[in-house]
């Protein structure tokens, strides 16, 4: 009657209304994505994290490959990867590119990560393993399951690095939902995949974190050693929540395993 | 040089009065103390804290009595801090590769709390472990066997203590017992997780406070599956799961941890641990020790990646063989 046919002209409206918006939002840049906030108002990035693409293997595009030990077969082989770094291949100086195919043509001996060594930055972040952000209003920590190797971000009380070491030190800041960390104070001994790309300890790496969906983040890093490369150089990928229940790191304490690697040749006989 | 390392930092300011912990009380009065709390209610543990002590585990032989008073328990810790002192005299075997006073902090370095308690041990009332369950001695004559087995510490790496190998640290426990030196930790809280950060080696613990069950029981871990609970102002975390590879004071890979952490003034957590192992102990025992504010920040110990002792400890063995085989060669 007449409360239902005003009723009507209020929900035609209020649908028209919704079209002309919908149609001004396609047009238009999607909004960004806005993350749930912690208590201090903060995008909330707490929670377990993992890259899934072949980074690990080679930051670059490279083909399937053999790997480097031919008794494993297909489950030790190289899997393809498009890349990560933005703009094709490094920009290494000529010299460096040198020692980058020394190290790849010896990565059985030295590749770090085969001796259980930290991961350093980037690569911890896409090493195939899970990682665990605690985040609280002062420090952001970053906890990898890969060696169990800690990450300080400092949103606080911030200093410069006090001494050079294989994770860095670490300084944050919010710029609106994007969480910005800048780290130097790098050791020269940590790779950035299984290829041998490598740095020197002139390491200066700024990373960007934007949620892009409740469960994915964008990672970000520029990556800047004038020792090493000819210009700074861009990396991105998707990060993946671990949304499975109960999901946690599971100890991968890999000293152990390496023991008889590194000091089997000083048992005695 | 030494005659500084002999004066302990003792606690500094004034403390609430707190029975359970007696940890030492100044001579000011008491302020009224507010448990600081996260924005989410929790208690507020978090910081930077060192649980050096030198109260050792056990009640000492010649000792009954629970506590010291304030003057022996000061007596006792610059004993203590004289024989640190002692170690960094020129001459002496500690000045040839270190000075002690700039690597590793020893204890008489750091502030903390003054322990009036003669033992760490609070149950059984003797201060002391409890006997022995007659699998308990088996198992430890059995491990017994099996390291001279093994031959000696320099044989091998995998015969060198835990520590050495930089795989695991008594500070990171659980129960979390302090070194000589560096028993330092910190402590972030979110409303899901209570991480607790071991500096030596790096040791992380992410507490879950949701409720989730433990491990299943055929992954075993070197610092166990840990659950974490609020009981009123304590923070309950137990812990299932170890190896048989940590052998904490004896103990077995059923050993179930319980530990409570209770933030007891501004400066303070008071951190006790309950052993319930019927496999290694004939009843369950429990200490107690107080975890006292530090400066941070924390810094990297990457210790596995620089651990050229331990090399250098098997080649030096081995060195040593060679010369000695040489050397009756030659005869």
Partial sequence: MRNQYGRLIVRTAAVALGLLLAVATVTSQAPAYRAPRTADGKPNFNGIWQA?????????????????????????????????????????????????????ANRLKLDPEIKCYLPGVPRGVYMPFPFQIVQNQKYIMMIHEYAGAVRTIYMDDQTEAPADSWMGWSNGRWEGETLVVDTRGFNDQSWFDRAGNFHSDALHVVERFTARSPDTLTYEATIEDPSVFTRPWKMSMPLYRHVEKNAQLVEFRCVEFVEDLIYGHLRKQ | MTAALLVPVLAQGPQAPSPTARVDKTTAPAKAWKLPRTPDGQPDLQGFWTNTTYTPLERPKNVTKEFYTREEAIEIAKKAAAVEGEETEPGTIADVHYDFTQFGLDRSQGGFALNLRTSLIVEPPDGRLPPLSAEGQKRAAERAAARKRMGAPTDAVQNQPLSVRCIIMDRAGPPMLPGAYNNNYQIVQTPGNVMILVEMIHHVRIIPLDGRPRLPSNVRQWMGSYTGRWEGDTLVVETTNFTDKTAFQGSSENMHLTERFTRVDETTVLYKFTVDDPATWTRPWSAELPMKRTIGPLFEHACHEANYGLANTLAGARAEEKKAAEAAAKK
Avoid: F
Avoid at chain 1, 66 to 94: C, M, T
């Fill in chain 1, 52 to 104: 899934l693409n072949t980074a690990y293997w080679d930051v670059e595009a490279h083909a399937a490959a053999p790997g480097p030990v031919l008794d494993l077969g297909a489950s030790g082989a190289v899997p393809g990867g498009l890349g990560v770094v933005e703009g094709g291949p490094l920009p290494y100086k000529p010299e460096a590119l040198a020692k980058k195919q020394q190290n790849y």
